[in-house]
């Protein structure tokens, strides 16, 4: 289980503190998947970050199984078993693909292994295992390579920061049935996603809003998605700071 406890991050700008979250308190239970949506701008991908331990918070703490890791790097933070897939993966000019899986098993891993791991994601093993990780690859196929490398890690908390940006309506179907899969299939973990998709938001076991860096909903997929999806406030303040209901991915 990890644990948000009162966390605020603050950042400088032209001589003044903006602060981006304020107060946060999010609990990510065990073998749940949870989705944090709001407009653009409150405070998501900051959050999702601040677990990675790619930002530090102003204040309050990060709990996870009872550890406070507040204070640890990306590198400690992920071998305690936290995953991270950025909103836009890196691509490795000279890294095959059967390589970062490797570097994201921490270790040796038989070609088999990481086969199973691109099938997993509904990539044809042959076709990618010894592809150089480059602009020869499309953003739906970073994303599914990128979510491989979650599963080889073995994270224990898999973060996605919107898996849904940039990539074809396609690719994103087919995101939509790993992550489902990941849900049923994987035991003992849990999976947080960054989202604004409503075909997201309607496999989520919990959902938190967040507005101007403040949770402002959060409750299970029964109670909060139908406010969402059916109250016209809701949908329209959402859709005058980003894509919301109905929208597609590019």
Not at 189 to 215: C, F, M, P, T
Request: proline share 4%; aromatic share 4%; net charge neutral.
């Amino acid at each position: 289980m990890l644990e948000l406890k009162n966390i605020s991050f603050e950042v400088s700008s032209g001589g003044r503190n903006r602060e981006i979250v304020r107060n946060v308190d999010i609990t990510i239970p065990d073998n749940k998947l949870v989705v944090i949506t709001g407009p653009n701008g409150g405070g998501k991908s900051t959050v999702a970050k601040l677990i990675a331990g790619i930002e530090k918070p102003t204040s309050g703490r990060i709990i996870m199984n009872g550890e406070d890791i507040t204070d640890l790097g990306i590198t400690e933070r992920a071998r305690l078993g936290i995953g991270f897939a950025f909103q836009q993966p890196v691509r490795f000019k000279g890294i095959n693909v059967i390589d970062l899986i490797r570097i994201a098993a921490g270790g040796k891993l038989t070609v088999a292994a990481a086969c199973d791991y691109l099938s997993a994601v509904g990539l044809c093993a042959r076709d990618y295992i010894g592809r150089e990780v480059n602009s020869s690859l499309s953003g739906g196929e970073l994303k599914r390579i990128e979510i491989a490398t979650v599963l080889a890690r073995g994270s224990v908390i898999a973060v996605f920061d919107e898996p849904e940006a940039g990539i074809d309506l396609w690719s994103f179907r087919n995101l939509i049935e790993v992550f489902q899969r990941m849900r049923t299939e994987i035991k003992d973990n849990s999976i947080l996603i960054i989202s604004h998709q409503e075909r997201i938001l309607d496999i989520a076991d919990e959902i938190i809003v967040l507005k101007d860096g403040a949770v402002q909903m959060r409750g299970s997929r029964d109670e909060i998605f139908p406010k969402l999806a059916g109250t016209p406030s809701a949908v329209q303040e959402c859709r005058k700071n980003g894509p919301w209901k109905g929208a597609e991915p590019a």
